[in-house]
Each structure stands twice: as C-alpha cells, then as structure tokens.
C-alpha cells in the first residue's frame, strides 16, 4: 500500500510558465514533507521542506502548499526553466527527537521544460 | 563542504557473489540512512543508523542484506549471495536535522 503517491508519472510544461506537481499521502502521522530534484546518475539534491504546522513554504521559484485536510501537497515552480527539467519525488516524515526518521518517497513525476 | 560519496558507482556481480557497498557521510552528520532504488520507483527506505547504533533495519528485504557503521561515520551495505532482483541503485543519505543529503549512489547490476 503506497503511502505516498504521485500520480503524474510525467509533465510538460512551456519555459516562462508554472510548473504545478502533486502529491498525495495517506498516513495523518506524517508531519514533515520534501521535495527532492533528480538529474540522471546523480542521487536526489533536496529542494524545499514544509513542517505540518505550515501550509506554505516559499524559496525563489519554488513554493510548497500543503492541505493537511485533503492530505495534499503540491510544489509550484514560477517561472519554470529548462534547467528544471529533471525527476521530482515528493517524500514524507515524521519528526522523532532530534530530527526526521526515515522518507517514505513517490514514485516520482518527471518533468520536462520545453525551451 | 563536501557531500556524501559512495562507491563504487556501479557493480556488475555475478548471481550468487557477495558485494559490498561504501558510504562516507557528511563529517559530522550522526544519522544515515540506506534506501533501494528499483527502476521506475521511488526511493525505498533500509536501514537506519544513529551513530554507530543501528536503529531501524526493517526495510532489509532479507537476512542476505547486513548494514554496518562500526565507528559512527563510514557505513558499508553488504548483499550476500546476490540475486537478480537485488539489482537497483542504493542510496545512502546522512542527516544532522530534518533534511536528509543523498550521494550519488551505487547502480548494482545483477547477472
């Protein structure tokens, strides 16, 4: 049972324009949510957070929103450039201590950007 | 700084050898992480260190895979008596707060 879900296997989208990608959790024990970027044979570079108790996180072109309720999240890149073009997976946690256990990652949404 | 290496990139091993796979950490990162990588699908949660104390190995598939990290930092992932369906990209990633940093990975070709 995947508790972490992407449906979008893959998105493309004009340069200049908003890159919209979603992701959608099942378990409410979750409390800390990531995006990862991923270029081939490289590992995933992080790329913006959001705790539960936000619902909105902003870095330059990238915003996180999350709907606890609807247990949605969705990363907005403003304007998107052909550099984005990459595979994103959207990942969950839950803070213990001193920081995040283990990421329960998606399936991943590649998307293109098309010059 | 530098970032969190693994090697080797890629190994091809024969079905029914042993392999092992490195991870250096960020320096001075206390936890690390091991996850399995199929084709197609996201990263799959390992085993978990906190220093040298392994904390979490129930995503191990089974009794072949061993994870070690005897003095808190350089961790090695060891597959006994390979299989075809171990062959996946294996990501380490350390962390020191919330964000979890990967390396590269290891691609592991089974034959």
């Known amino acids: 049972d995947q508790q972490v879900k992407q449906n979008s296997p893959s998105l493309s989208v004009q340069e200049g324009r908003i890159s919209i990608l979603n992701c959608d959790y099942t378990?409410?024990?979750?409390?800390?949510f990531l995006w990862y970027k991923k270029y081939p044979a490289e590992g995933p570079t992080f790329l913006i957070s959001?705790?539960?108790?936000?619902d909105k996180n902003e870095d330059g072109r990238f915003t996180v929103f999350l709907n606890k309720s609807a247990k949605h999240l969705s990363l907005h890149i403003v304007p998107s450039q052909p550099g984005d073009s990459a595979v994103y997976f959207c990942a969950a946690s839950a803070v213990r201590g001193a920081g995040t256990y283990k990421y329960i990652f998606g399936t991943g949404t590649r998307l293109k950007v098309l010059a | 700084g530098a970032g969190v290496s693994q090697s080797p990139r890629y190994k091809v091993a024969k079905r029914g050898q042993d392999v092992a796979l490195r991870c250096d950490p960020i320096?001075?990162?206390?936890?690390l992480f091991w996850y399995q990588q199929a084709l197609g699908q996201g990263p799959e949660f390992l085993t978990y260190f906190q220093n040298e104390a392994q904390l979490d190995k129930s995503g191990l598939p089974s009794d072949r895979f061993f994870a070690e990290r005897p003095e808190g930092s350089v961790s090695t992932l060891k597959i006994q008596r390979t299989q075809q369906e171990d062959s996946a990209v294996y990501l380490c990633?350390?962390?020191?707060?919330?964000?979890?940093?990967f390396g590269p990975g290891t691609r592991l070709t089974v034959l």
């Open positions: 959001i705790s539960s108790i936000k």
């Open positions: 378990n409410s024990m979750f409390d800390y």
């Open positions: 320096s001075g990162h206390v936890s």
């Open positions: 990633a350390s962390s020191i707060r919330n964000e979890q940093f």
